[in-house]
């Protein structure tokens, strides 16, 4: 049985996609921090050429834009550690207060309707002692199993922050170079037209960063504005963060509720402090999901809204989490892929043979007859 050469072509081409899916199958772990550094590269690589343009050496702008990351990533930590650190210990305080002032505003209105209910605030408070002051062994031996359990893995978190930046760096360095070796494996043929595939993926996955970061300040304003209108003393570091966090779907905004929510907790001590604050947060959630997100990002890298929400579900279903981070520059990537395929498809054979050419339709004749 012979084969043509386009058959030939296409299984070596099968082999070569089958070798690379197995050898990135296998090097995941390892492959995991060289792939955030490119991230970081391909993020700041526009910054560092500025730079460069302004005669600053590349080695310097790299390190600049390096440390100007780091130093935004520092400060959202400095944002949130501070609020955590203050209010834990406030918040095991107030507890007791809260559930007595729960006490008087709930049976008065629950004996309207004949309905005797109150919470044991002392058995509590025991439970709660008991579940710690009583399991101290049991707890710092739960904790030590989690850290041998998970010492790989919390090692490879911290090699991942460590070892990222410092790939970035040296990516940095080498950004135009590595470009132009990469197409260099590109056969003669094909260049002109995978040159223009990755233009036009450059301009848009390039819309999407600027749109996120236009979104993460839009709503960073609203939640610091929203906050502040309802009195929460700590408005702006809550807000911002929160702003800040949305980066990473449903976990920012909903650690930036609890946040919001105990801090209202420890200041108004009242239900009504407390629903205005969630009240926020629930406009702020329904505006970002419904609008902010699919106007402010999904128009500008060509998504209809309802395309937008699809793909966080789609891509969260499918790969959890990280599919939830990808889903947007994912479905960027995919839109230009896709109008490509379309074009070639409108102009193939297999749309255009035997198609009918459509004519324009004649106009009735007039009635001659006197």
């Known amino acids: 049985m012979t084969f043509t050469p386009n058959q030939i072509r296409a299984a070596t081409w099968g082999l070569l996609a089958l070798v690379l899916w197995l050898l990135l199958s296998l090097l995941s772990p390892v492959l995991m921090p060289f792939v955030l550094a490119g991230v970081l590269a391909y993020a700041l690589h526009p910054l560092v050429e500025r730079l460069h343009a302004r005669r600053i050496p590349r080695w310097l702008g790299a390190g600049l834009a390096i440390t100007m990351l780091m130093l935004v990533m520092l400060a959202v930590l ?220 999904g128009e500008r890298i060509g998504l209809h809204p309802i395309a937008v929400i699809f793909a966080l579900m789609a891509f969260g279903h499918l790969l959890g989490f990280v599919g939830v981070l990808i889903a947007l520059p994912a479905s960027a990537v995919l839109l230009v892929a896709i109008r490509r395929a379309r074009t070639h498809y409108m102009a193939s054979a297999l749309y255009t043979e035997g198609a009918v050419p459509v004519t324009a339709p004649r106009a009735p004749e007039q009635d001659k007859t006197p």
């Open 78 to 297: 400095l944002l949130i550690v501070p609020v955590i650190t203050q209010q834990v210990p406030l918040l095991q305080e107030q507890v007791p207060v809260l559930l007595d002032k729960l006490n008087l505003w709930l049976v008065p209105l629950l004996g309207r309707f004949g309905v005797e209910l109150q919470v044991d605030v002392a058995q509590v408070r025991g439970w709660l002692q008991q579940l710690v002051v009583g399991h101290e062994e049991a707890i710092i031996g739960g904790l030590l199993s989690s850290v041998r359990i998970g010492g790989s893995a919390l090692m490879a978190v911290v090699g991942n922050l460590v070892l990222a930046p410092i790939v970035a760096y040296y990516l940095l360095l080498d950004w135009a170079r590595l470009v132009e070796r990469s197409k260099g494996l590109i056969p003669p043929r094909w260049r002109a037209s995978v040159q223009s595939f990755l233009d036009e993926t450059d301009e848009v996955l390039g819309q999407y960063l600027r749109g996120q970061l236009l979104v993460m300040v839009v709503l960073a304003v609203f939640y610091t504005v929203g906050l502040a209108l309802v009195g929460l003393h700590l408005a702006l570091p809550i807000g911002v963060f929160t702003g800040l966090a949305v980066f990473i779907p449903y976990l920012g905004f909903g650690l930036g509720l609890v946040l919001a929510l105990m801090a209202a907790m420890l200041q108004f001590q009242a239900l009504l402090g407390v629903a205005l604050v969630g009240a926020v947060y629930a406009v702020g959630q329904v505006a970002e999901s419904m609008y902010v997100t699919p106007r402010l990002l």
